[in-house]
């Protein structure tokens, strides 16, 4: 099942959902269970600043689909960066 997300936005703290409608289907049948995130993980040591253990995070999160190396391997950097598809 592929699942195609176009934005996360927030509106009153609530997180709303959208999805790019397609010609030919109609609205009943888009799915709107799986939202986009990038994760930031505060706390960790320079030694947890690894992709391995970013995936392992964003596995328990909801599926890991990627990791940010740019942002994680900067020196001055004190968070993990991280993206997941959450299942709301």
Known sequence: ????????????????IMSQVRVGKTIENIL???VLFWI????LSVGFMLETIGKHLGKVIGDF???DVKNNFVL?????CIHVLVDV
């Open 1 to 16: 099942m592929k699942r195609m997300m176009i934005a996360t936005w927030f509106f009153d703290s609530h997180t709303l």
């Open 32 to 34: 709107l269970y799986h």
């Open 40 to 43: 930031q993980i505060h706390g």
């Open 65 to 67: 689909l990627k990791y």
């Open 76 to 80: 001055w950097k004190t968070f993990m």
